[in-house]
């Protein structure tokens, strides 16, 4: 994450490259997107009403979206002055505050489960995720992790019930593999996704091996 001296970001750089002029490349697009952003900036300063906001609106496009919330005055000015949203900045910080609820939430959700390693208690830590995940406005990353949670909630079950008959074992492992599927399915290409997807296809080979050497 590349910032300014106020601490705000202008560019964000995923992974890494081969060659370190790669690398240069990319800083120096990002660069000339911080100058081209206080270009805007320094212009709006002289503007006021539906002028300004445009202006404000060219200096965050200049930017990556993922950038963008990181300035709210600026968001909430642009808001103000273009209160028909025609910049289409109205759900740039709503998005965000609505991600940072919903996941302080399950954060706050995930607390409550601490010490739990009765199955009893594990299933209806169950059931409070799969009631979380009913909440049809949750941001897709949200979503993404109250799957992966479940999953994590089915494994320890899994893990505390050794006891307990074949057939409910195999029956929490699918419910496990499941949940992380259905997180994969939510954002295919994130981290996350990638990294479920190692764990689902290990568990269903070893399931496949073992059912193999029954046969």
Aim: proline fraction near 5%; charge should be neutral.
């Amino acid at each position: 994450v590349l910032m300014d001296t106020a601490g705000f970001p202008f560019s964000i750089i995923n992974g890494t490259r081969p060659k370190p002029e790669a690398y240069i490349e990319l800083i120096d697009a990002a660069l000339k997107a911080k100058a081209a952003r206080d270009a805007a900036f320094e212009k709006a300063g002289s503007l006021t009403g539906m002028a300004r906001a445009k202006v404000l609106a060219e200096a965050l496009n200049a930017i990556p979206k993922p950038c963008r919330d990181k300035y709210p005055r600026i968001v909430k000015e642009i808001n103000f002055l273009d209160p028909e949203n025609t910049l289409g900045y109205r759900e740039v910080l709503g998005k965000s505050e609505l991600y940072i609820k919903q996941m302080e939430a399950l954060q706050a959700l995930v607390e409550t489960f601490v010490g739990h390693f009765n199955p009893e208690l594990i299933r209806a830590d169950i059931q409070k995720v799969q009631a979380f995940l009913s909440d049809q406005t949750l941001d897709p990353e949200v979503r993404q992790m109250a799957y992966r949670t479940l999953g994590d909630t089915y494994a320890l079950l899994f893990s505390v019930s050794r006891k307990a008959p074949k057939e409910t074992r195999d029956e929490m492992l699918a419910l496990m593999l499941k949940a992380y599927e259905d997180a994969i399915a939510v954002l295919p290409d994130s981290a996350l996704a990638k990294k479920l997807q190692v764990t689902v296809d290990i568990n269903k080979q070893r399931m496949a091996e073992e059912k193999e050497t029954k046969k």
